[in-house]
């Protein structure tokens, strides 16, 4: 038989998060835009782990979002400033005050952002033309990836938890919302990984490594496309993702 799970966080509910998870209050409202495989498949799950971070946040399912009725309900909001976080050179980078308070105008800034491997997430928006008419936002990542139990595609390229971490911290500089707990995000992350590298090293469950993990700067380079790896990939304003 199967383990129970909590619903929450998608654990055993032996090792259940949510009861060391504090919400945050943001100022922002944050979306999650899933695609199918990330919310039925995902182990890892820092997406949906991100979310029960949020007080104002929420997870859509789904591919093509034009006739999904919630998600185009605060697309058309006129109290609402909607973004989409994805980079490239028509995004603008909130590590550099590219976005001010002040241009707001009152209104609430939501971000959509994809919840998917590139290549998912290229599908995603292609199918989203509403998705592709928002602004789009970025910022410049502080620190590489800390994901030792996967390996990013390129340098700059973040888990779901680490973009939102790195994005409220220049939302915070910019002025545009306060980040109240900045350890919780990637202290959940730590332990996850800590856990499931725990697991790994044990001979007497499946998933046995012989070798432990190494250290993601001691990588080299993966080959082959970069969209085939779960990956949030956030880089300087002058770099265009494929599309």
Same mark, same amino acid.
Not at 83 to 110: C, F, H, I, M, W
Not at 204 to 230: C, F, I, Q
């Given at each position: ?20 998870? %504090? ?13 199918? @495989? ?11 782990? %991100? &979310?029960?971070?949020? @007080? ?11 006739? &999904?009725?919630?998600?185009? +309900? ?12 994805? #980079? ?32 998912? +997430? ?12 928002? #602004? ?6 502080? +620190? *590489?990836?800390?994901?030792?139990? @996967? ?13 939102? &971490? ?31 590298? @725990?697991? +790994? ?13 190494? %250290? ?5 380079? #993966? ?18 993702? *494929? %599309?």
């Amino acid at each position: 038989m199967s383990r129970e799970t909590c619903y929450h966080c998608f654990w055993p509910k032996p090792l259940c998060w949510c009861p060391s998870i %504090t919400p945050m209050e943001t100022h922002t409202r944050f979306v999650f835009l899933m695609h199918p @495989k990330e919310f039925k498949q995902e182990k890892a799950g820092t997406g949906r782990l %991100t &979310h029960l971070c949020l @007080k104002q946040s929420e997870i859509h399912m789904g591919v093509g979002f034009d006739e &999904h009725e919630e998600v185009q +309900a605060l697309i058309r909001d006129p109290r609402n400033f909607s973004v989409l976080l994805y #980079p490239g050179e028509q995004a603008r980078n909130l590590s550099n005050g590219e976005l001010r308070a002040d241009e707001l105008a009152g209104r609430t800034l939501v971000v959509f952002l994809l919840d998917a491997t590139w290549a998912c +997430a290229r599908k995603m928006l292609r199918l989203s033309p509403s998705l592709q008419r928002l #602004p789009r936002i970025m910022f410049t990542p502080s +620190a *590489p990836s800390r994901y030792v139990i @996967k390996q990013q595609p390129q340098d700059g390229c973040l888990s779901t938890l680490e973009a939102i &971490h790195e994005l409220l911290l220049a939302m915070e500089r910019s002025g545009l919302d306060r980040y109240e707990l900045p350890e919780q995000l990637l202290g959940l992350f730590a332990r996850m990984q800590d856990f499931q590298i @725990k697991c +790994a090293s044990d001979p007497n469950r499946p998933g046995y490594r012989r070798h432990a993990y190494s %250290t993601p700067a001691e990588r080299a380079a #993966p080959r082959g496309r970069s969209g085939d790896r779960r990956s949030r990939f956030f880089r300087t304003a002058g770099d265009q993702p *494929p %599309t």
